[in-house]
């Protein structure tokens, strides 16, 4: 009796003990939602002032959650959910808008904590300077300092010379702008010198005016390791300096001058131009596709939105992946910054970065998830390019057409394989070795060698082929591995309302000199990586 007596008297003290320690318990903000944050926040007029908006909204996470988020890759969905609720308000107050508020760089560093708010290295005469520095929001200032058009290459050790191959051809289409390399490890004397040899003209007519941008020192330690290989690709979008860039990849070839590109009405009408990927038929989960969408701002408290029109694609009506190629970007940055810091966060987290393939949809998605439908995809997806043999063109190169179907440029390479499996694909596959009259040596000189340009193809739709709605996909353009060349070669074919087209001489002309020139560069680069 004694001991039930104690009991109920320890009882109401041991559960007010529990309510303190509770109420005082230090947890990090991505526990919260933005709408717990919302109704957490003091009642504020419907015309409160941005401004105000975004100080409440800050100071009441710091008063409800004061503990530090968890900077671990292998956050919960729900708390991954959470963290981008919380960023995309924080870029539109302190990035999009240029509110001043205590807050601020507390949690510049908690949302982006893979940045050490330090500005890069940029080559200048053959020397390194440190880009212009200032107080306040670092995003906000680095954005004002952005100016001019310019090429933007990602580049590592291995990308070298194909990053010379791609100067020499913007030489030959005569590019005018500057080109940056952006690199997140140390570039060797080799590499630099092989691109910057490129870039010289005998007649210095399209001499090519380079630099190089050392992203190390703004780059958190530790961090850098989760950009690898194209996922380094976020840091030369961010870093850049250009106002208005075109982000290539080291393997992309033009065909036309890229300037041009910038004059396109798809650019000047919304500041991002994107282009298609091929239309296959990998789509994700339905429950992985559920957590994408819900990533979709919906709260109209800092005024977001999106235009449903951008909710037509293959993702959203199949779950289908590849909907974007991102070899080639064009961007106004200042008005897309938000959506690529969105980007790079979600490749950040393994549970986000695995779920499309690498960093391609991840671009608009990011977008839209930010807030931003201001972007615009080019008119036709990527088509097979070289030349069709018993109705199908398999190739492992990708062509980027404009709206008349002008090739406006290629990702890749131009070599018939840029893989080095010739050996084992000889002994792999019969129809190789028949192709090549079972000689290993006409095999390995054909993978190195140019492909040769005069068709395209244009598969029918995943719309076409599929309805509107289809939970088994089928597509016209399909993986072949009897091609060899570690199963990159995809076959297309014009059948189901297909497109073959037929470059005239002219364009064939002009294509397959490009690829000489091209593949004179692979000559010459051998040495540092071939």
């Given at each position: 009796?004694?001991?039930?007596?104690?009991?109920?008297?320890?009882?109401?003290?041991?559960?007010?003990a529990?309510?303190?320690?509770?109420?005082g318990?230090?947890?990090?903000?991505?526990n919260?939602s933005?709408?717990?944050?919302?109704?957490?926040?003091?009642?504020l007029?419907?015309?409160?002032?941005?401004?105000?908006?975004?100080?409440?909204y800050f100071?009441t996470?710091?008063?409800?959650?004061?503990?530090g988020?968890?900077?671990?890759?292998?956050?919960?969905?729900?708390?991954?959910?959470?963290h981008?609720?919380?960023?995309?308000?924080?870029?539109?107050?302190?990035?999009?808008?240029?509110i001043?508020?205590?807050?601020?760089?507390?949690?510049?560093r908690?949302?982006?904590?893979?940045?050490?708010?330090?500005?890069p290295?940029?080559?200048e005469?053959?020397?390194?300077?440190?880009?212009?520095?200032?107080?306040?929001s670092?995003?906000?200032?680095?954005?004002?300092?952005?100016?001019?058009?310019?090429?933007v290459?990602?580049?590592?050790?291995?990308?070298?010379?194909?990053?010379?191959r791609?100067?020499n051809?913007l030489k030959?289409?005569?590019?005018?702008?500057?080109?940056?390399f952006?690199?997140?490890?140390a570039?060797?004397?080799?590499?630099?010198?092989?691109?910057?040899?490129?870039?010289l003209?005998?007649?210095?007519?399209?001499?090519?005016k380079?630099?190089?941008?050392?992203?190390?020192?703004?780059?958190?330690?530790?961090?850098?390791?989760a950009?690898?290989?194209?996922?380094?690709?976020?840091?030369?979008?961010?870093?850049?300096?250009?106002?208005?860039?075109?982000?290539?990849?080291a393997?992309?070839v033009?065909?036309?001058?890229?300037?041009?590109?910038?004059e396109?009405?798809?650019?000047?009408?919304?500041?991002?131009?994107?282009?298609?990927?091929?239309?296959?038929?990998e789509a994700i989960?339905?429950?992985k596709?559920?957590?994408?969408?819900?990533?979709?701002?919906?709260?109209?408290?800092?005024?977001?939105?999106?235009?449903?029109?951008?909710?037509?694609n293959?993702?959203?009506?199949?779950?289908?992946?590849?909907?974007?190629?991102?070899?080639?970007?064009l961007?106004?940055?200042?008005?897309?910054?938000?959506?690529?810091?969105?980007?790079?966060?979600?490749?950040?987290?393994?549970k986000?970065?695995?779920?499309?393939?690498?960093?391609?949809?991840?671009?608009?998605?990011?977008?839209?998830?930010?807030?931003?439908?201001?972007?615009?995809?080019?008119?036709?997806?990527?088509?097979?390019?070289?030349?069709?043999?018993?109705?199908?063109l398999?190739?492992?190169?990708?062509?980027?057409?404009?709206?008349?179907?002008?090739?406006?440029?290629?990702?890749?390479?131009?070599?018939?394989?840029?893989?080095?499996?010739w050996?084992?694909?000889?002994?792999?596959?019969?129809?190789?070795?028949?192709?090549?009259?079972?000689?290993?040596?006409?095999?390995?000189?054909?993978?190195?060698?140019?492909?040769?340009?005069?068709q395209?193809?244009?598969?029918?739709?995943?719309?076409?082929?599929?309805g509107e709605?289809?939970?088994?996909?089928?597509?016209?353009f399909?993986?072949?591995?009897?091609?060899?060349?570690?199963?990159?070669?995809?076959?297309?074919?014009s059948?189901?309302?297909?497109?073959?087209?037929?470059?005239?001489?002219?364009?064939?002309?002009?294509?397959?000199?490009?690829?000489?020139?091209?593949?004179?560069?692979?000559?010459n680069?051998?040495?540092?990586?071939?």
């Amino acid at each position: 009796m004694k001991v039930k007596t104690r009991t109920i008297l320890v009882a109401p003290f041991l559960l007010v003990a529990y309510l303190l320690w509770a109420s005082g318990r230090r947890f990090s903000f991505q526990n919260l939602s933005s709408d717990h944050i919302l109704a957490l926040s003091e009642p504020l007029a419907p015309d409160s002032s941005l401004a105000l908006k975004c100080s409440s909204y800050f100071h009441t996470i710091e008063n409800r959650a004061g503990a530090g988020p968890s900077t671990s890759r292998f956050l919960s969905l729900d708390k991954i959910r959470n963290h981008i609720d919380h960023l995309r308000v924080y870029l539109r107050c302190f990035v999009e808008n240029d509110i001043v508020d205590e807050t601020e760089e507390r949690f510049s560093r908690q949302l982006l904590p893979m940045f050490s708010q330090k500005v890069p290295l940029m080559s200048e005469r053959g020397g390194w300077s440190s880009m212009e520095d200032h107080p306040g929001s670092f995003w906000r200032n680095y954005l004002r300092s952005a100016h001019g058009k310019g090429i933007v290459v990602s580049l590592g050790e291995s990308d070298a010379a194909n990053a010379a191959r791609l100067v020499n051809v913007l030489k030959a289409v005569g590019n005018e702008l500057p080109i940056q390399f952006v690199h997140e490890k140390a570039l060797s004397a080799d590499a630099k010198h092989l691109i910057f040899n490129a870039s010289l003209a005998q007649d210095s007519v399209f001499s090519q005016k380079i630099s190089f941008i050392d992203v190390r020192p703004a780059i958190e330690k530790g961090f850098g390791a989760a950009f690898k290989g194209y996922n380094s690709k976020w840091f030369a979008a961010l870093f850049t300096t250009f106002e208005h860039m075109i982000l290539m990849d080291a393997d992309v070839v033009p065909f036309v001058k890229p300037s041009e590109l910038f004059e396109t009405e798809e650019y000047l009408a919304k500041g991002a131009f994107f282009f298609r990927d091929r239309e296959l038929s990998e789509a994700i989960s339905a429950s992985k596709f559920a957590f994408l969408r819900s990533l979709l701002p919906e709260s109209s408290h800092f005024n977001f939105s999106v235009d449903p029109e951008m909710l037509n694609n293959n993702f959203f009506n199949y779950h289908a992946k590849h909907v974007m190629e991102s070899g080639m970007v064009l961007m106004h940055r200042p008005s897309h910054i938000s959506g690529l810091l969105i980007s790079l966060s979600l490749q950040y987290w393994h549970k986000t970065g695995k779920i499309m393939y690498g960093d391609k949809d991840l671009f608009w998605l990011g977008q839209l998830i930010s807030g931003n439908s201001r972007f615009h995809f080019n008119e036709n997806a990527a088509a097979a390019i070289g030349s069709l043999e018993n109705g199908l063109l398999c190739s492992a190169q990708l062509g980027h057409l404009d709206k008349n179907f002008k090739l406006l440029w290629t990702n890749g390479g131009l070599s018939l394989c840029k893989r080095n499996t010739w050996l084992f694909d000889f002994f792999r596959h019969s129809f190789l070795r028949a192709k090549f009259q079972n000689s290993i040596g006409k095999m390995k000189a054909a993978y190195s060698s140019g492909i040769k340009i005069s068709q395209c193809v244009l598969p029918a739709s995943i719309k076409q082929l599929n309805g509107e709605k289809s939970s088994n996909l089928r597509c016209n353009f399909n993986k072949n591995y009897s091609y060899g060349c570690g199963g990159i070669f995809y076959c297309a074919k014009s059948e189901d309302g297909g497109r073959v087209i037929d470059f005239s001489t002219e364009e064939k002309k002009w294509y397959n000199w490009i690829v000489s020139v091209w593949s004179e560069e692979t000559n010459n680069a051998q040495g540092i990586n071939g």
